[in-house]
């Protein structure tokens, strides 16, 4: 991964990447659609991106809807518009795809809280767990792993595992701990988190929510506990909006990245959403992503144009995270 990190830089910097057109006259709307047709590409995006992005998309979805639409993409190019551990998986279940990612510095805090070098000694500590890793870690990782999940089928991941099979579960800390609740399993927790996940303010939600009494407080389960405590539900991005769809309440707090609010509006529009109050940002309400919101449409222009970055994974190590990764979506897949 260091080595097409660094050849993806080294390339960027030969054509002046992000110094090219940045007249404010460009379409950039127009111009994707147009480059999308010549080069046969599919872009991908995550409910946290912006919402210009999310539009011109042709899907966007949560972690495991955005795996099997990459595992089934025919175009020659897909185009991720999220954070490079999703390309990463993109490239990883469609290797002869080329993979494009607008801005390569776009990581996630979870994922760099859980390196391979680190993983494996807790491994070699605990020899008889097996691994189960969220899908927010490096290519590297899920190579080491046994079964991937994402938060939409965590719970039915750790179901499939017999009963008698001690499992370590890894990154995060607070997915980890919901679902031992769920599923009583007695599991070893890394000790990672998603700092956006837990910007939420516990004290600013109860006064949000005494301010709104008839609304419904949902929550994704990468927040910390005592946020989960007080939601009506608790799930996965793509959950929270088919529960807002299916729900008959009329106003709701949610607590997760505030990307969702454009795509849930879109589904609602006669309901009232709230973000849910962060712990630090008083001049937003809301939690967002940095490393989400680092693609912009000039960045996702340019990266079609020139088809940079490039994300790329070693065979020896894509044949190895593929297996983790497509057990899980097996499991999914059954009812």
């Known amino acids: 991964m260091i080595e097409s990190f660094e050849k993806a830089k080294a390339e960027m910097n030969e054509v002046g990447y992000l110094n090219l057109e940045t007249k404010t006259n460009i379409d950039f ?3 994707i659609l147009k480059l999308k047709k010549e080069k046969n590409a599919i872009i ?51 290797p002869t795809k080329k993979v494009l990612l607008p801005d390569l510095n776009a990581g996630c805090s979870l994922s760099e809280s859980c390196s391979a070098e680190a993983l494996q ?17 490096s290519a590297e990782v899920k190579a080491i792993s046994d079964l991937c999940c994402t938060s939409s089928n965590a719970k039915k991941i750790v179901d499939s595992v017999p009963l008698d099979q001690p499992i370590i579960f890894a990154p995060d800390k607070n997915l980890g701990a919901w679902i031992k609740k769920e599923t009583g399993r007695d599991m070893l927790l890394w000790d990672g988190a998603c700092i956006v996940h ?46 807002v769809k299916n ?61 940079l970055p490039e994300v790329m994974v070693s065979e020896e190590t894509r044949l190895k995270a593929l297996k ?12």
Do not use: R, W
């Not at 837990?198 to 994704?220: G, V």
């Not at 967002?288 to 996702?300: G, I, V, Y």
């Not at 983790?324 to 009812?335: E, G, H, T």
């Open 29 to 31: 709307a127009a111009e």
């Open 198 to 243: 837990e910007a939420f303010s516990i004290d600013k939600l109860i006064s949000t929510h005494q301010k709104n009494p008839n609304a419904t407080i949902i929550a994704h389960p990468e927040s910390e506990d005592h946020i989960l405590k007080v939601a009506e539900y608790v799930g996965s991005t793509s959950g929270m909006i088919d529960y």
């Open 324 to 335: 983790p990764i497509q057990k899980m979506l097996d499991i999914s897949a059954k009812q």
């Open 247 to 307: 729900n008959s309440a009329n106003e709701f707090i949610v607590a997760t990245e505030a990307g969702i609010l454009h795509e849930m509006q879109k589904e609602v529009p006669e309901k009232k959403l709230i973000p849910a109050p962060s712990k630090e940002n008083n001049t937003c309400a809301c939690s967002e992503c940095h490393f989400m919101k680092m693609n912009t449409m000039q960045k996702l222009y340019l990266c079609m144009k020139y088809e």
């Open 121 to 137: 000694a807790f491994k070699n500590e605990n020899p008889d767990h097996l691994v189960i890793t969220y899908v927010n870690t």
């Open 44 to 94: 991908l995006a995550h409910y946290y991106q912006e919402p210009e992005i999310q539009d011109i998309a042709d899907y966007v979805g949560d972690s495991l809807g955005l795996s099997y639409q990459a595992a089934e993409a025919d175009a020659d190019i897909i185009v991720f518009a999220g954070v490079h551990f999703m390309a990463e998986t993109a490239k990883i279940l469609n």
